[in-house]
């Protein structure tokens, strides 16, 4: 069974403004199997957030319908970890305490908590961190606590969007890499919007290209074929 299906999805926004729909994503139909890291990569504006958010269960869809492991999305939910541009890191908290909130809020005992966080502290390199603050972070370590929050709950699937956008250049390549070697050790499927094509060729097993005005999705384009 595919980790992800979308069949004849198309997301119709209300524009306040101009007082009329807006055609955001026209009819989009894209399977992700299992362990794929699919980049999904297209111009600003072309509806790629609006398929994530959808996939994740933020947004509805206007038709179509959208399954994860074979189950229709009907809300966000457990079975997807987002990771986002802005880490949302409790600034109360510490690393640890962060990537293991969830494990608190479903009344995991603290020694079982600080175990668990501590294996994807050491996976994502910020071992030495843990009782940091996020104050104390730089840009690169609090997208890591992002990481490892979404990872530790061992979703279906984890939704990244653009989570390296905001990192200064050099940064942004460190991460990328780490990101691969992450998920050497880790594996699992992903997908991750990027509008950059040097950032979907480092990453991604797979490329789905968006077209724009409608928002469209083009053929997936595997990575692992030799070029003709
Ligand atoms: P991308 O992620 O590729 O930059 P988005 O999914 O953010 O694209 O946006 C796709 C289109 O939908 C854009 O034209 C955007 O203005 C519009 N849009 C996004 N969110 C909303 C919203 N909540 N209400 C109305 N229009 C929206
Ligand atoms: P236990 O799970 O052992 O009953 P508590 O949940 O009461 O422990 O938390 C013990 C201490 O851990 C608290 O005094 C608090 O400062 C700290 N703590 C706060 N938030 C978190 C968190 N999200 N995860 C782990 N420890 C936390």
């Not at 055609?23 to 299992?34: G, S």
């Amino acid at each position: 069974m595919a980790a992800i299906e979308i069949r004849n999805a198309v997301k119709i926004y209300q524009d306040q403004q101009r007082k009329r729909d807006l055609l955001a994503l026209d009819t989009v139909n894209l399977t992700v199997e299992k362990n794929d890291f699919l980049c999904l990569l297209g111009p600003s504006g072309c509806g790629k957030s609006t398929l994530l958010n959808m996939i994740a269960g933020f947004e509805s869809v206007s038709s179509g319908e959208i399954l994860v492991d074979g189950k229709p999305v009907t809300g966000p939910g457990a079975d997807r970890g987002m990771v986002f541009q802005q880490p949302t890191l409790m600034p109360w908290l510490t690393v640890w305490e962060n990537i293991a909130f969830h494990l608190k809020l479903r009344g995991v005992h603290k020694a079982a908590r600080r175990e668990e966080a501590q294996l994807y502290i050491d996976m994502v390199g910020l071992t030495g961190f843990e009782n940091h603050y996020p104050n104390e972070l730089s840009g690169g370590m609090a997208s890591r606590v992002g990481i490892a929050r979404a990872l530790l709950l061992n979703p279906a699937v984890i939704l990244m969007d653009e989570p390296f956008a905001a990192l200064d250049a050099q940064t942004r390549m460190d991460m990328q890499e780490e990101l691969v070697a992450i998920w050497q050790k880790h594996q699992g499927t992903v997908v991750f919007v990027t509008h950059s094509v040097e950032e979907a060729l480092v990453l991604g097993t797979k490329i789905a290209v968006m077209s724009c005005r409608p928002g469209r999705l083009g053929e997936l384009i595997p990575l692992d074929l030799p070029y003709p």
